[in-house]
């Protein structure tokens, strides 16, 4: 996956004015989206598909609505907007929203205090799809989680259902099959966050002391340093003696 940096020049962001950098610290990741429609979306030239999304974004006299990333089908994305900097515009006006996430709950409490519903989101994406024919992708699931873990790590927020969402949590009137349909929105957004905790917390991998192995020879066998081994926290017990360890003692090589 790649990512190549295009901002919209025409300010179609932020609040209270298009363009205006960000006023207050954003308490959930990100907002999903789908865009495009059945010919984009069928588009062979995916990387183009995503460039006539964030170009219409960008003409001339476009309020928005507008995303931080534009997401072609195949996982490569173009940089609209410098997240740390500016809100983006494509969650638009709220409607019914799902009350019942708490997430939702504090992008709601902080409307109230006069900010908008772009305003409490580090990231909004848009997606190259359309409807059921053309669902998002895995390589683009992939693309989100990404970017999803890389906020999280920068922000210090959980990823989990309080901080990422779906655009029909916001508006379940005018977009409740955004980024998918509701029967599957919760599998949707479950396989999103598992892949950014998964890039978070990349799985371990153990091994079981055999007679006569050593802590050496077990982090040779996988490219590891003894040193690099035991600095491993689930094998800091073996740290004060590495040379004592026992028939069925476990030990992370990964």
């Excluded at 089908?73 to 996430?101: C, F, L, Q």
């Excluded at 029967?183 to 153990?206: H, K, M, Q, Y």
Aim: with cysteine; charged share 20%.
């Amino acid at each position: 996956m790649s990512t190549v940096t295009a901002h919209l020049t025409n300010k179609a962001y932020g609040f209270p004015t298009r363009g205006a950098s960000r006023r207050v610290k954003a308490p959930i990741l990100a907002c999903i989206h789908i865009t495009g429609n059945r010919r984009t979306a069928a588009n062979p030239d995916r990387h183009q598909a995503a460039r006539d999304e964030r170009n219409y974004a960008n003409r001339a006299g476009s309020n928005g609505p507008s995303a931080h990333y534009y997401v072609a089908r195949d996982g490569w994305a173009i940089e609209a907007i410098d997240a740390t900097k500016y809100a983006a515009w494509s969650n638009g006006d709220v409607d019914s929203p799902n009350t019942a996430n708490a997430g939702v709950a504090k992008m709601l409490a902080l409307r109230a205090k006069g900010y908008n519903a772009n305003e409490a989101y580090w990231l909004e994406f848009e997606c190259v799809g359309y409807g059921s024919t053309y669902p998002i992708t895995k390589a683009q699931k992939q693309f989100l989680a990404t970017r999803i873990a890389a906020m999280a790590k920068a922000t210090g927020l959980p990823v989990n259902r309080t901080t990422v969402h779906g655009h029909s949590e916001i508006n379940s009137v005018n977009r409740a099959s955004c980024p998918c349909p509701k029967a599957s929105r919760e599998a949707f957004l479950g396989d999103v966050i598992a892949r950014a905790n998964a890039i978070l917390r990349p799985p371990i991998a153990t091994v079981a002391v055999k007679a006569g192995d050593t802590l050496s020879e077990i982090a040779a066998a996988h490219k590891l340093t003894l040193a690099a081994l035991l600095a491993f926290p689930e094998n800091a017990k073996y740290r004060a003696n590495p040379g004592l360890i026992h028939p069925g003692d476990i030990v992370r090589v990964k």
